[in-house]
């Protein structure tokens, strides 16, 4: 959409200087800025083929975002050219017609576009975006590129990248590559029948002249030596500079589907795991002959590494050898289906190691094909998967917490090529508010992920893809019924960090599968636990070892599956109508059938949470053992249903929760154990519950929310007493704060109040006095205990506390302490009546 001339003359003047300088600028989210920050854009706001047009335009692309570009060290744009059929067909003829992107819908059905009947789907047949759209050839394109650099440096003063798409499906742009002349190279089904390339397909031979293939293609010729070759000549050529590879290409042949290669659904064929993992692992390396030198940028999957390696052979571990990678992110579909919990532990998982510190955050702005803006309508304009993604952070092999280093904005634009100017204006400031709030320590919930432990165990044994399986889709479910997790690290870098650093998790529980027998990860979550370490255990403990079983205090027997009867010490969510007592514990989607068992019943220690009973035989299945020896460390053990299964979508279907019993929610109701309780308040079973973070920044803690029924009201007390969260008021029950938060929220907490009842609100106040920067006041306090988390870097010289006072801070101020520090860096004040403020 292009600006009128007068706003765009006004634009520019106050551009001006910005435009005259063209230097990079200084970021001013200290210490935070993005490295990269990347405008995903179709062609379609390109409404005519005329230079000087396609300059204006792309000038105003920039403009609309700069208030978030000058935030980063690099600007990006990813032209969404075509299908990535522009780089098959090309032949290095610059006059060569360019096939783009100028539809809606899917133009490679059987129906001719802007044709059929008009019952028919966007899915099923496609319109021209409009009447008469431009032409463009391959000379067009490379001044498209070049048009981009030349004004996307006037306006942000940045380097400019511009980089080049390939999707295996049937989106976007028409193929006859794909969908007439080398149907051999479809696999995938994820949006019908073979309609997905395959990444190890091979060529069937053609005579026609290509970039690459002057005198056409040989027989037997794989897809990735022609990709590669292919990409490397249109990149050159056009002055793109990286590619990314969409939709799960690369990945495997499922992207989107909870089944595979190797999982149909109704078992594990392991016998495919080795060959499948090598036809991927070929993929990379003929790609990476033809084009060794370009940065490649990846979608990845809708699904997590461990369920990718278990359902589809993808070693991702492999894969991330290539120094020039980019992981994948986030996927967007949470914004269609609200599974936040995939997308989280997808996110995660993909994130635990990486190739080096670069990783990924993708937001879903616009979609320019499918006739949806997600910021304006499937989202409604709530910004929680801004919020909830980038409280996500990773702690890596020095104990560093790391934050995505790029940001991409999937579209720019609509699927009518405009370019509404509320879309930046709305969500820029989420963005930035995230990013000013983003983590700097680790969370009260840190998960321990296995990430080269499932690639060992995948390959060296016959029994274990199951478990690696289950694992990722257990973490899936609890985060979507409530629990918070939202720090990662992976296994091989925790057992470097507790070495360098033993203190460092003190703050934190951990979250991690039954290590292997005899490991060196066994043998440091023992010492962890036994030096005063908070731990939580999930999953089947048939490969634990001696030194693990005597921690946990368990013993396998023999498994059981089906229908169960669930007993738990906890009173649970407040509810009308309780959560059924039934259970289904699927072996196959559940890691095996359940076989723990307290192994001395006698151990005072030992305290068992839940049970399982079938026929008369009971399984314990879950359990929490902590000894005086253990210097206040605690290990709670869950043993974990999946509560979901495949009935043949592209992901497991929960079970009802009005039916039976939702088996993840064990993890959060267990965090009870460590002092936590996030209890939620809502009519009855069948209302979804909300998806929760709480991250640290700054020694604050940032709690963010999505609450898919609006209705229901969330109930937090942690250790230190109840949160506060800025800017609002609770009626405080039995100690726990009690907040009904809309559908997207974010909110710091730095003040934890011991009380059983009563209103209490938190707000924030003006400094007002030369040498303050915070200043909050509590109110509604009776005989309280107040716990106050101010900056890292306040001494208590720098912090005060008045009882009943006001501005000019003259009176009442009175004394308090330091805090445990056990729950980190605090000050205490106590028996406190009134008001209270405090300030640093």
């Known amino acids: 959409m292009i600006v009128n001339k007068t706003l765009r003359a006004w634009i520019a003047l106050l551009l001006a200087p910005l435009a005259a300088t063209a230097q990079p600028q200084t970021s001013t989210l200290k210490g935070v800025p993005f490295n990269n920050i990347t405008l995903e854009v179709s062609l379609k706001p390109f409404r005519k083929n005329d230079q000087a047009y396609i300059r204006e335009t792309a000038h105003e692309m920039f403009t609309q975002w700069h208030s978030l570009l000058r935030h980063a060290d690099t600007v990006s744009v990813m032209l969404w050219t075509g299908d990535g059929s522009e780089i098959l067909e090309y032949k290095g003829d610059p006059a060569q017609r360019l096939e783009w992107a100028r539809y809606i819908g899917n133009p490679n059905t059987r129906h001719a576009v802007n044709s059929g009947p008009k019952e028919l789907s966007i899915h099923e047949r496609a319109y021209l975006y409009l009447e008469n759209p431009p032409e463009f050839t391959y000379g067009d394109l490379k001044f498209i590129v070049q048009a981009l650099k030349e004004e996307g440096r006037k306006v942000t003063g ?77 990149l050159q050529d056009m002055g793109f500079d990286y590619i990314w590879l969409s939709n799960g290409f690369g990945f495997g042949v499922e992207g989107w589907s909870s089944t595979g290669a190797i999982f149909d659904g109704k078992g594990f064929d392991q016998d495919k795991l080795a060959a499948t993992r090598s036809k991927i692992a070929d993929f990379w390396k003929f790609f990476r002959n033809e084009c060794p030198d370009v940065q490649v940028q990846t979608r990845g999957t809708n699904l997590s590494a461990g369920a990718d390696l278990a359902r589809d052979g993808v070693d991702l571990k492999s894969i991330y050898k290539d120094k020039n990678i980019l992981p994948p992110p986030n996927s967007p579909w949470a914004a269609l289906d609200g599974d936040f919990g995939l997308e989280m532990v997808g996110y995660m998982s993909r994130m635990a190691e990486l190739p080096d510190e670069r990783y990924l955050f993708r937001y879903y702005t616009h979609d320019p094909w499918w006739i949806n803006s997600p910021w304006l309508d499937r989202y409604g304009r709530e910004p929680h998967d801004i919020y909830l993604p980038l409280a996500v952070s990773r ?44 983590p700097t320590a680790p969370g009260p919930l840190v998960w321990v992920y296995p990430f080269d432990e499932y690639y060992d165990w995948a390959f060296r044994y016959k029994d274990r893809l199951p478990e690696i399986y289950y694992g990722d889709w257990l973490i899936r479910q609890a985060l979507n019924n409530g629990l918070p997790v939202n720090t990662v690290i992976s296994t091989t870098s925790f057992k470097k960090v507790i070495q360098i650093d033993p203190a460092r998790f003190k703050e ?45 205090n368990l013993q396998n027997v023999t498994p059981l599956e089906g229908g169960f009867n669930i007993s738990s010490v906890y009173a649970g969510d407040q509810m009308g109508k309780p959560y ?18 307290v192994q001395n019943l006698k151990d005072p220690s030992t305290k068992v949470l839940a049970q399982m009973s079938q026929g008369g035989q009971k399984r314990d299945a879950a359990w929490v053992r902590s000894t005086k020896e253990w210097n206040g460390g605690k290990v709670v053990y869950i043993r974990g249903t999946n509560s979901s299964k495949f009935t043949g979508g592209k992901l497991l279907t929960p079970d009802d929760p009005s039916q039976l019993f939702t088996g993840p929610l064990l993890l959060r109701y267990a965090m009870h154990e460590f002092g936590v309780d996030l209890n939620i308040v809502k009519e009855d ?42 800017g609002l008021d609770t009626k405080l029950d039995k100690g726990h704060s009690v907040y009904s938060l809309p559908t997207s929220w974010n909110r710091e907490s730095r003040v934890f109040v011991e009380q059983n009842e009563g209103i209490v609100s938190l707000k924030e106040l003006h400094s007002g006095e030369m040498g303050i920067t915070k200043r909050y006041r509590i109110t509604g306090l009776k005989n309280a205990i107040v716990r106050i988390y101010p900056h890292e870097n306040i001494s208590s010289e720098q912090f005060n506390a008045y009882l009943n006072a006001n501005y000019p801070w003259k009176e009442g101020r009175i004394s308090f302490k330091a805090g445990d520090p056990k729950f980190g860096k605090h000050y205490v004040v106590e028996n406190v009546t009134g008001d209270l403020v405090v300030s640093w």
């Open 508 to 552: 934190s529980v951990l979250l991690t599968v039954v290590p292997e027998a005899g490991s060196e990860l066994e043998k440091t979550l023992v010492s962890f636990v036994q030096n005063g370490g908070k731990l939580m255990v999930y999953g089947p403990a048939g490969h634990a070892g001696k030194a693990f079983l005597e921690l946990l």
């Open 580 to 597: 059924p007592d039934k259970i289904i514990h699927h072996a196959l989607f559940s890691g095996g059938g359940v076989g723990t068992r």
């Open 685 to 726: 079973p069948s209302i979804k519950n909300p998806v929760l973070t709480v991250s640290r920044s700054h020694n604050a803690f940032i709690f963010a929310g999505y609450n898919p029924n609006t209705t229901i009201s969330n109930k937090f007390r942690f250790p230190q007493g109840a949160p506060l969260l800025n």
């Open 158 to 234: 940045k380097p400019i990248r511009i980089g080049e798409t390939f999707d295996p499906g049937p989106e976007f742009a028409q193929s006859d590559f794909k969908y007439n002349r080398h149907r051999e190279i479809l696999g995938g089904s994820a949006m019908g029948h073979n309609t997905m390339v395959s990444c190890y397909s091979v060529l069937k031979a053609d005579s026609q002249p290509y970039a690459g293939f002057p005198n056409g293609i040989p027989e037997g010729t794989p897809f990735g030596t022609f990709l590669g070759r292919q990409s490397r000549h249109l």
């Open 395 to 438: 702690v890596n092999a020095k104990g560093e917490v790391k934050l995505p280093s790029h940001l991409n904005l999937l579209s720019i634009d609509d699927s009518f090529g405009n370019m509404p100017t509320q879309v930046p204006d709305e969500v820029t400031p989420h963005i930035l508010k995230a990013r000013y709030d983003a």
